[in-house]
């Protein structure tokens, strides 16, 4: 199995709290994703890292912002968590990009509760 | 962007039944990806294939490309296959973007 760890794997806040989740693997991949999985809508692409800080938006990224110090971790914040961000949050990483030749493998997810 | 559709939506097995599932897409691909969520929620990875024919264990995989769709068999289905099943793509003008279908739910009865 692929070494991606998630942290919290559990957590439920208030409206207007930050929140921050970390991807932490221990495979030197290059490239690391953060995705949502919503019931009706499968799983959406928030935002991506193809190096040390460089990071891109995905189709769902309004609300979200990513950090990339380091190779082996990805920071997923939600500056102020609204109730529309309750989710699953999964990371994910690939050794190449998804475009041609990766294969993605995911971490354990993250299950996030707005009240 | 491309569009992915998996069929069919639901299937319910009895234990040691065979079966294929099916991911439609609209574009050419130049990444296939086949996930197995089991009922904790976990996502595997079960194969890479953006053409050709895959096996691993009771699981394999076809993809024709030129045709736009992939097939997943699994054969003597055991309760522990349970779950849903994603296909994911990347192709058209989604290039370096998974796309992902909204997968088949499978119920393996014992």
């Known amino acids: 199995d692929a070494g991606i760890t998630q942290s919290p794997r559990h957590k439920v806040t208030e409206t207007g709290t930050p929140v921050t989740l970390r991807c932490h693997q221990t495979?030197?991949?290059?490239?690391m994703y953060w995705y949502r999985q919503d019931p009706g809508h499968g799983l959406r692409l928030i935002h991506y890292?193809?190096?040390?800080?460089?990071?891109d938006k995905g189709e769902v990224s309004d609300g979200y912002s990513v950090s990339r110090s380091k190779t082996e971790d990805f920071l997923l914040t939600l500056e102020s968590a609204t109730s529309s961000q309750t989710s699953v949050y999964f990371c994910?990483?690939?050794?190449?990009?998804?475009?041609?030749?990766?294969?993605?493998?995911f971490g354990e997810g993250s299950r996030l509760t707005v009240l | 962007g491309i569009q992915v559709e998996q069929s069919p939506p639901d299937l319910i097995l009895q234990e040691g039944a065979n079966s294929t599932l099916r991911c439609n897409f609209s574009?050419?691909?130049?990444?296939l990806q086949w996930f197995h969520q089991n009922p904790w929620g976990q996502l595997i990875n079960l194969f890479y294939?953006?053409?050709g024919t895959k096996q691993n264990g009771r699981l394999s995989a076809t993809t024709v490309a030129t045709e736009r769709y992939s097939l997943l068999y699994i054969s003597s289905s055991q309760t522990t296959d349970s779950g849903v099943y994603f296909c994911?793509?990347?192709?058209?003008?989604?290039?370096?973007?998974?796309?992902f279908g909204q997968g088949t739910i499978l119920t393996v009865h014992p």
């Open positions: 994910a990483i690939s050794e190449e990009g998804v475009g041609p030749t990766g294969e993605l493998f």
């Open positions: 495979e030197n991949h290059r490239y």
């Open positions: 890292s193809y190096g040390v800080k460089d990071t």
């Open positions: 574009d050419s691909v130049n990444n």
């Open positions: 294939i953006p053409s």
């Open positions: 994911a793509v990347t192709g058209g003008t989604s290039y370096g973007k998974l796309t």
